[in-house]
Every structure is written in C-alpha cells, then in structure tokens.
C-alpha cells in the first residue's frame, strides 16, 4: 500500500520561508523615544535594511520576540550609561501589536531612571530568541542615532 503525501501548506511554507530570511538578514526593530523614530536594523551590523522584502516578512507573520528595552541616560558629568533589561515575549505577535505586549515593561523602566539623566529611551526586538548583550545593544542604538536626541523635559 502506498503511503499518502502530506497536503502541500503554501501558508505553512511562506511563513518559514519568511522566518529563514529575517533570521539570515539578523533582522532587528529598533525604536527610539522621543523621536519616535522606529528602522529595522541588522542586529550584527548595526546598518538599516531597507528592503521591502523584509518589511513585508517582518509585518505579515506572528513571531516569538526578544526584546532588549533601554533608557539611555547622561549624568552631570557626561558619563554616558544604559539602565536595561531583556525580556521574550510569552506568545506569538505580529510587530504591530508589540508595543501593547511590552509596554508595562517599557513604562516600568523609564520611570525607574533618572529623569534629570534621560536622553532617550527605546527598544530592540528581535524576532527570533537571541540574547542580546549590553555592548551590542549600545552599538545599535547608537547608530539609530538614540544619543543624537534633544533631551527629554523632565
């Protein structure tokens, strides 16, 4: 007797065709307050990806997320500092409806920094479940110009 082929699933293979290509890319969102500025990043390279390709991969499918939130903060000396924490999103989301799954979080640790001290503050999300470290993370938001803001009225 002849085994039966599994039924193709053109929706099961577009969504791990998509997967594969943002995790070879190194695929970030990168958000930034006050500036409400939000890129999509190579996490690895720190250089903005502007395909549409991944846009449309990033924003079609739901993903387990990694998110890196920080305030970036400058004291009176000019000694700058990142107070940070890294958390994996529970379930799966679209990147639209991150903001609402994070934002306790978000809210949380920019009340807990120094408000006389904050420059900026944002977030990294990363759909996929990697670790970020504290450098990498600072590299990032350098580049998508975090530091570069007007400071935030206290």
Known sequence: MKSKRKTNNGFARAERSCRALLRTNHVAVVNIDPSGSQIMANWK???????????????????????????????ERGAEYIKSVEISTEGIYKVERLTDAIEHYYLELRNSA????LVA??????????????????????????WHQVKVAA
């Open 45 to 75: 390279s720190c250089k903005q990806i502007r395909s549409m390709a991944i846009a449309n991969a990033i924003f079609d499918f739901s993903y387990h997320w990694t998110i890196y939130i920080a305030a970036m903060c400058r004291d």
């Open 114 to 117: 120094n408000p006389t001290h």
């Open 121 to 146: 503050s944002g977030w990294i999300a990363i759909p996929d479940e990697i670790s970020m470290d504290e450098a990498q993370a600072a590299k990032l938001f350098y580049a998508a110009g975090a």
